[in-house]
């Protein structure tokens, strides 16, 4: 028997054994070392997600960990091997898989939401979803691979280029690795928070950082670019003051890339589209090249995960973990530490 961190309801999280049997035909059975506490975990939490999760749910998609055991039929995996996990499940059937876009199927299982998550002891996995990790990559630093895929994905979307002006609005941990990854792309980048933590932590990562509510961010990239506007802009606020925002700093054909989750529709400025010929993507997931290029970005060091981990807690502690990203504060990325108790469960 083995430990996990179940969602039972609104606002209550416990830990209860999990029974674990030797992994399946193509899957492989891991011993998270780190997992991530993530923007929608927090959604599943506060209970805002409660027609699409199953209860109990053992949450956690941003991990990194070894593998413990091999199912039947999977090769090139070996137990203490390093991994990520990518954690999509497709069915391979639908139009959307059809047309090539996997990570986006009209089915999708979302490995931490649809079915049982990461906050676990051990975990069996498809090996389809495992990612190799260098062996030179700390294993705290890599559970943040998956939320570096989301932004490496991001920039992508936005087609960012070498030289061009990039605005990101909202500082938290998806934000920032927006900007850092966009910044690896040879962009110039300016990152609009209002919590004064972030903004000292992006300005520590040697990024420019504007705070909104002391000073006009319209007119500061008026400036910034020679009354050009900017040529992207990330929302990540998830706020309507946010994407106003975004939508205001762009210039002639600059595009909008839609990162964080609305919980409700938003006005936007649709003039703003047509007089300007703005450009509006969403942005939702990756594929696996975003994740081997957020691998490579983790390990040169473009992106220091370690500067964004606020603190790590043992996994057991993972509701006071919760509530401490809920009430915000000086806070980034808080990882839960199952290592200690993983080894122990593989012995």
């Given amino acids: 028997m083995t430990l996990a961190v179940r969602y039972t309801a609104a606002r209550?999280?416990?830990t209860a054994p999990a029974e674990?049997?030797?992994?399946?035909?193509?899957?492989?059975?891991?011993?998270?070392?780190?997992v991530g506490i993530c923007?929608?975990?927090?959604?599943?939490?506060?209970?805002?997600?409660?027609?699409?999760?199953t209860t109990?749910?053992?949450?956690?998609h941003e991990v990194s960990g070894r593998i413990v055991r091999v199912g039947p039929g999977v090769e090139g995996w070996l137990p203490g091997?390093?991994?990520?996990?990518?954690?999509?499940r497709w069915d391979d059937t639908c139009?959307?898989?059809?047309?090539?876009h996997q990570h986006i199927c009209q089915h999708l299982d979302f490995i931490g939401i649809d079915s049982p998550g990461a906050m676990q002891q051990l975990w069996t996995v498809p090996a389809s979803t495992l990612v190799r990790l260098p062996d030179s990559l700390p294993l705290d630093h890599a559970a943040l691979v998956e939320p570096t895929a989301v932004a490496v994905h991001d920039v992508g979307r936005a087609g960012v280029r070498d030289g061009e002006r990039v605005v990101v609005v909202g500082g938290g941990p998806v934000g920032v690795l927006i900007a850092l990854v966009a910044r690896a792309a040879g962009a110039d980048v300016r990152v609009v928070e209002l919590s004064p933590h972030r903004r000292a932590l992006a300005s520590e990562l040697g990024l420019g950082v504007w705070d909104p509510a002391a000073e006009d961010v319209t007119d500061l990239v008026r400036e910034w670019t020679g009354d050009a506007g900017a040529d992207v802009a990330f929302e990540v606020s998830g706020a309507a003051a946010g994407v106003n925002t975004a939508v205001e700093v762009l210039g002639v054909r600059g595009r909008l890339c839609l990162v964080a989750i609305h919980p409700r529709p938003r006005e936007v400025n649709l003039h703003r589209f047509f007089w300007r010929e703005l450009t509006l993507v969403g942005a939702r997931l990756y594929d696996r090249s975003d994740f081997e290029r957020a691998v490579a970005l983790v390990s040169e060091g473009s992106?220091?995960?370690?500067?964004?981990?606020s603190k790590v807690v043992p996994l057991t502690d993972a509701p006071a973990a919760f509530e401490a990203l809920e009430s915000g504060g000086d806070v980034m990325k808080i990882l839960l530490d199952c290592?200690?108790?993983a080894r122990g469960a593989a012995e």
């Fill in 95 to 100: 139009p959307a898989c059809r047309a090539g």
């Fill in 339 to 341: 290592t200690i108790e």
């Fill in 56 to 60: 109990p749910a053992v949450l956690g």
């Fill in 303 to 309: 992106v220091p995960a370690g500067r964004l981990i």
């Fill in 39 to 53: 923007g929608t975990d927090l959604h599943i939490f506060h209970g805002d997600m409660d027609a699409r999760v």
């Fill in 12 to 14: 209550t999280l416990d």
């Fill in 81 to 88: 091997d390093a991994v990520a996990v990518m954690p999509l």
């Fill in 20 to 34: 674990t049997s030797p992994p399946g035909p193509g899957e492989v059975e891991l011993a998270p070392a780190y």
